[in-house]
């Protein structure tokens, strides 16, 4: 087995940890919230009253980093296109709903806690992740 060098990028991955876990333990510590995506986003389009323009903001930030983070990103053999993407977000979002929250929120927070019940979601998120590479990789070609 070989590593693949391309996408191999621990220093810029251990770099983006670390944004993350540093913005999650800041908004804890400013608005006492746990930094769920899809309970952020949720709330969004649920129109909670007052409690809408924060939500909004967090999205659109979210947005717009994955935008940035795209256009600065080699493609591939493995893009999907638009449609993909679409796709994979629905799928998401129903697993969100199905699980009470997302990997931010369980495997971000969530485990930081101690919550079993987000140790039980994110070793679920986690095995299906490999299974799915594994079979994109090697079983469906």
């Known amino acids: 087995m070989q590593i693949d060098t391309a996408h191999f990028t621990p220093l810029r991955s251990l770099?983006?940890?670390?944004?993350?876990?540093?913005?999650?333990?800041?908004f804890l510590l400013t608005s006492g919230r746990?930094?769920?995506?899809?309970g952020v986003v949720g709330g969004?389009?649920?129109?909670?009253?007052?409690?809408?323009?924060?939500?909004?903001?967090?999205?659109?930030?979210?947005?717009?980093a994955a935008v940035l983070a795209g256009a600065n990103a080699p493609t591939g053999?493995?893009?999907?296109?638009?449609?993909?993407?679409v796709a994979a977000g629905l799928l998401v979002g129903a697993g969100t709903r199905l699980a009470n929250g997302c990997t931010s929120g369980h495997g971000v927070c969530g485990l930081a806690r101690a919550s079993t019940r987000s140790l039980a979601a994110?070793?679920?998120?986690?095995?299906?992740?490999?299974?799915?590479?594994?079979?994109?990789?090697?079983?469906?070609?």
């Open 15 to 26: 770099a983006g940890g670390a944004l993350l876990g540093g913005a999650t333990a800041a």
């Open 34 to 38: 746990v930094e769920g995506v899809s």
């Open 44 to 64: 969004a389009l649920r129109g909670v009253r007052g409690d809408v323009a924060w939500r909004v903001a967090f999205a659109l930030g979210l947005a717009l």
């Open 77 to 85: 053999d493995g893009d999907v296109g638009l449609t993909g993407l």
């Open 122 to 141: 994110t070793a679920t998120f986690m095995g299906v992740a490999f299974a799915t590479v594994f079979a994109l990789r090697h079983g469906l070609r």
